[in-house]
């Protein structure tokens, strides 16, 4: 792939010499100054611990206009995609770059539907584990394993083994999910059901017991997936950047995408959700929020408003809208009508955005702001939400790396430093030790 070649370049001036470094233009968004010969020419480094304004790859995936709120899955606006399309259209969107059509869908879906289904023997990978285990915990270690399982699509050379690689990772998590779910709560595991949606087979998979029929609600199911489009992509997040990052290495992708839902799990990432509900729970009545919202502005206290706030994101993140939206429609579905934690959301919300801290400092609601609600209301324990994202995000994440090993300029991804340690000094026996 190759960004449109621009004859533009910047000047870099260090004391008396300078260099001009190319400047690349994408089709939208900031243009990038081409520093990767810059150690080579001038023996320094550049410096940006936490990557704040460093584009680590070329993609042509998702874009996000972080000031307008703007969010596009291959140029298709999220808010579109979200109402017209389903998750499995998302995943075939991400994965080749255009809308199927309908054929195409049958297919995919087909394909997706026929590998839902895990090795019987993860069954016994599970009893190795106690109960109260985090799901994370679990779905880091049986993702990673899979790799034990299908050696026939570990080859990243082969572009077959990658497609197969990518089907089964988009197939398997729903079921390796719900299983994590079901050993948590001490039920047995309901097998993937063919004659089922995506999201309906997920929600059967958690909440069907063999003691009688579940019936899937259409409008939860529906919801379910909207939220997983909602979370399928989102450029080089954190967690994206580490299954890169190992991907770089001729890593298996069941072994990347395993790395990245270990990255996914941190409460400044997609632990955040969960995170949120928690804080929501803790300040329990509206009348509590102003106390916490001090806490939220006191830089000598580490207490951060869970779901607020976006490295990109300095509007409102769009995703946050259409959560907020399906939020309401799944509370009223299922016949609630005050959720208190809604009730300490909508509050929280409104204090905050009138608040000259968050408006000076750009803080908006992020995706992690409703959707713990959502999920709680549809019979999801907190410790279940990650993994939910982790679900939606497996697609992002294997296109991303399917992106990244199909770049014939792709190399082993190796930052450097700056170095403040110990300058070279001489080993001291123990006996000469102060
Ligand atoms: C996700 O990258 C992605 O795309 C991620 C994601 C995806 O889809 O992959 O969108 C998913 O991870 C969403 C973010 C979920 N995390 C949270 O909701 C956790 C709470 N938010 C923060 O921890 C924070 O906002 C981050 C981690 C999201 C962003 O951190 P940054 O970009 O490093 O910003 P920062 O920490 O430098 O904050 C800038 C300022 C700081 O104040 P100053 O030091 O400048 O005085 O804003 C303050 C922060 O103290 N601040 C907050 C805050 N978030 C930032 N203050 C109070 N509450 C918050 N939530």
């Known amino acids: 792939m190759d960004a449109t070649p621009n004859t533009a370049s910047a000047k870099l001036t260090v004391g008396d010499k300078s260099w001009d470094l190319p400047v690349r233009q994408g089709t939208i968004g900031p243009d990038v100054m081409d520093i990767s010969k810059l150690y080579g020419q001038t023996g320094m480094f550049t410096y940006d611990p936490g990557f704040t304004s460093t584009a680590s790859c070329e993609s042509q995936i998702t874009y996000i206009d972080g000031d307008e709120g703007v969010l596009l899955y291959r140029g298709y606006p999220i808010e579109q995609l979200a109402e017209n399309g389903d998750f499995l259209e998302t995943c075939y969107l991400l994965l080749y770059g255009e809308l199927p059509t309908a054929a195409q869908k049958a297919d995919f879906d087909l394909s997706v539907t026929r590998h839902t289904m895990v090795h019987d023997q993860m069954n016994r990978f599970f009893t190795g584990f106690r109960r109260d285990a985090h799901p994370m915990a679990i779905m880091v270690a049986c993702v990673g394993a899979l790799s034990a399982f299908y050696h026939d699509s570990t080859d990243i050379s082969d572009p077959q083994q990658r497609l197969i690689a990518s089907i089964r990772m988009i197939a398997k998590m729903p079921t390796l999910a719900a299983m994590a779910y079901k050993y948590h709560i001490g039920q047995p595991f309901v097998y993937p059901k063919n004659d089922l949606d995506y999201s309906s087979n997920f929600l059967n ?47 298996n992708p069941f072994a990347c995408i395993a790395a990245g839902i270990a990255c996914l799990w941190g409460p400044a990432h997609g632990g955040a959700n969960e995170a949120a509900l928690k804080m929501l729970s803790e300040i329990g009545h509206p009348e509590r929020i102003p106390e916490f919202v001090n806490r939220a502005k006191d830089k000598n206290d580490p207490f951060r408003l869970m779901g607020f706030g976006h490295r990109v994101y300095k509007n409102y993140d769009p995703r946050a809208k259409i959560m907020q939206q399906t939020c309401h429609e799944v509370l009223s579905e299922l016949g609630i009508k005050d959720d208190p934690l809604l009730d300490v959301a909508v509050e929280l919300e409104r204090v905050a955005l009138h608040d000259d801290y968050f408006i000076e400092k750009k803080l908006y609601p992020n995706i992690d702001f409703y959707s713990g609600i959502t999920l709680k209301a549809m019979g999801f324990p907190t410790a279940m939400f990650t993994v939910l994202f982790a679900l939606a995000r497996t697609v992002g994440w294997i296109g991303q790396w399917k992106e990244m090993i199909e770049d014939p300029g792709q190399r082993i991804g190796r930052p450097r430093q700056l170095y403040t340690g110990a300058t070279r000094r001489d080993y001291v026996d123990m006996a000469k030790r102060k």
Do not use: W
């Open 205 to 251: 998979m958690c909440f069907a017991v063999p003691c009688e029929e579940y019936k899937v609600s259409p409008t939860l199911s529906k919801a379910l997936d909207k939220i997983f489009i909602l979370h399928a992509d989102h450029e080089q997040n954190a967690s994206t950047s580490t299954v890169r990052l190992a991907g770089s290495s001729g890593a």
